[in-house]
């Protein structure tokens, strides 16, 4: 991995950042860059190799699917898991089961920084609010400033240095790893996902009627061989149904 390469993905990886204002702060960094599918064109992009990306983010992102940050609370974090999780299988040569492997922990490590970044920023909080009672505005609004250099250390730096000096060491361990080894994180990576579609339903389901939605789609997708738009269809009219009929309208 060049230097170049290493240093793009840390840019973005700070822009998608929960608390990087870039972007229109979490909605277009967060929520939307910040997402693994959407993440990983863009590192396919950097890497040169579109659509492995998309294939890693594709199979992140089902992990994480179900993973809301109600007030800010976050049982993971994905920040970490795609920018360095993909480039590192990706510059290995490595399949969605290393990604997968690494997102996991990245994870952690990610959520720790989160958490690390709030416990450092909270200081400066306290700072601004002296500022304020004492009439200096003008240093007040620098506060932000220094905030976000505390996310840059905490974000860019590791994004990039990680992805820089361990792509290398990635790639080894992945060529000295026995077949059992893989069998195993093939088994696991086909099982992951599982665990994120398993959390969205927790969100979605409300009542024991609201399963056959999910049956039926499986049905369409396993038995009919239906592609997405034919689904998509099916559903925007089922929802449509259920809309008016909720609101007492004719169908």
């Known amino acids: 991995m060049s230097i170049i390469q290493a240093l793009l993905l840390g840019l973005f990886g700070w822009i998608s950042s929960i608390y990087s204002p870039v972007l229109m702060g979490g909605l277009g960094g967060w929520y939307t860059l910040g997402r693994p599918l959407v993440s990983g064109l863009v590192i396919g992009i950097i890497m040169g190799d579109v659509s492995t990306g998309i294939i890693l983010g594709g199979a992140i992102q089902m992990l994480y699917i179900g993973l809301v ?20 299988a990706m510059a290995a040569g490595a399949g969605k089961e290393y990604a997968l492997a690494l997102a996991v922990p990245l994870s952690t490590l990610g959520l720790m ?13 306290h700072k601004q609010d002296a500022y304020i009672e004492n009439g200096e505005l003008d240093k007040a609004a620098r506060i932000p400033i220094v905030g976000q250099i505390t996310n840059i250390v905490l974000r860019f730096v590791p994004i990039f240095v990680i992805n820089y000096f361990g792509a290398g060491l990635v790639t080894q361990l992945v060529e000295l790893m026995p077949v059992q080894v893989t069998d195993v994180l093939q088994i696991f990576a086909n099982m992951l996902p599982l665990v994120g579609f398993m959390l ?7 009542k024991d009627m609201d399963l056959i939605y999910f049956v039926l789609g499986f049905v369409m997708v396993a038995v009919g061989r239906l592609g997405m738009i034919p689904i998509v269809i099916v ?6 149904i259920k809309y008016q009929v909720a609101e007492g309208k004719e169908v």
């Open 69 to 88: 940050t109600p007030g800010g609370a976050m049982p993971a974090d994905v920040n970490f898991a795609s920018w360095i999780g993909i480039p590192l």
């Open 200 to 206: 969205l339903m927790r969100t979605l389901v409300k």
């Open 113 to 125: 920084a989160v958490y690390g970044l709030c416990a450092i920023n909270l200081f400066f909080v």
């Open 235 to 240: 559903a925007l009219a089922i929802a449509y």
